[in-house]
């Protein structure tokens, strides 16, 4: 009960409606442009290597550092702010977040959402593109092969990039889901203690996870259109989330100390982990580490894939200094 008073005068020595509107003011325009230069670098990096001999290969790297981004974000960012809300003094003094580790097992319910949602999009894809028709043997560099003579057929590197739009799709979908998260929080807030150091902290992590995102972009290659659009409703999610929590709070006067609003932040964030966490291993890092051609045939782009993904679990770690 003592700790719970002490955090409760220092909360309200950091209220500030005023000071707190003007952060959030210049946070708009900060992490706007920095989100587009996040996710819009790798792109524009593919695109520069796009034809040289080395453009496979600087796109598996850029691919590796993002799941590292994006590995990080879930388990040192989302999961622990998840378990600090539902650990808090007001709400772990209440039947049944005390009996319960809530925020572990929606993590684990995210995971298997996860799980569910690329397990019926992949079969979706793999029956709506089921080749028909008869094989005839095509003599290639590697031996003979079976090609397909019918309509509606498609080569497995078709298939391949079938299955990368479907995971950058999917990603950006968790990824906006924990942007918008992010965003209300701090909308809502009124404590310019807490805003005042997010500012820089979420400048830095929308640029890391932007390169994260936008890595599996370039990959997958999408058309210019699909590409900018992807862009864009990265780069605006997060503003319109601290835009949508200043008018919740301007009309409802929602306190975001509350136990419920604490409860919900829990909980959104727990399974916005879950959902980063299995693309992260099961979507990045396990296809290309055990199933890429490239990498397994060149033991030095292995290791620089493998250092790739340290320095992007590194970079996104260190801001948890911060935030």
Request: proline share 3%.
């Amino acid at each position: 009960m003592v700790s719970c008073a002490s955090d409760t005068a220092r909360t309200l020595s950091c209220r500030d409606g005023a000071a707190a509107n003007h952060l959030k003011l210049i946070s708009l325009l900060v992490i706007f442009f920095t989100s587009i230069i996040g996710i819009s670098s790798p792109v524009l990096l593919a695109r520069y290597f796009h034809g040289k001999p080395v453009y496979d290969k600087a796109i598996l790297i850029i691919k590796c550092f993002a799941a590292g981004v994006i590995l990080s974000t879930s388990l040192v960012h989302v999961l622990p702010d998840a378990f600090i809300a539902l650990s808090d003094c007001q709400v772990a003094s209440r039947h049944p977040w005390k009996d319960f580790p809530f925020a572990g097992l929606v993590t684990l319910v995210g995971a298997l959402l996860a799980l569910l949602v690329d397990l019926t999009a992949s079969s979706h894809v793999e029956h709506s593109h089921k080749p028909s028709g008869d094989y005839l043997p095509v003599g290639t560099q590697d031996g003979t092969v079976a090609k397909k003579v019918g309509n509606n057929n498609l080569t497995n590197e078709e298939l391949v990039k079938l299955k990368q739009k479907l995971v950058s799709q999917v990603l950006e979908i968790g990824i906006i889901f924990h942007s918008v998260i992010i965003g209300v929080t701090m909308g809502m807030s009124q404590n310019q203690c807490t805003i005042r150091p997010l500012v820089a902290a979420l400048a830095f992590h929308q640029i890391f996870e932007g390169m994260g995102l936008g890595g599996c972009i370039a990959q997958a290659g999408f058309s210019m259109g699909t590409v900018v659009y992807m862009c864009f409703m990265f780069s605006v999610t997060t503003p319109m989330g601290i835009v949508l929590g200043m008018i919740v709070f301007s009309v409802t006067g929602y306190d975001d100390s509350s136990p419920s609003a604490l409860i919900m932040e829990g909980l959104l964030g727990s399974l916005s982990s879950g959902i980063l966490i299995y693309m992260a291993l099961v979507d990045l890092i396990a296809v290309d580490f055990f199933h890429n051609k490239l990498m397994g045939s060149q033991t030095w782009l292995k290791k620089a894939s493998f250092i790739a993904l340290a320095l992007g679990s590194t970079s996104m770690s260190i801001l948890a200094l911060w935030a």
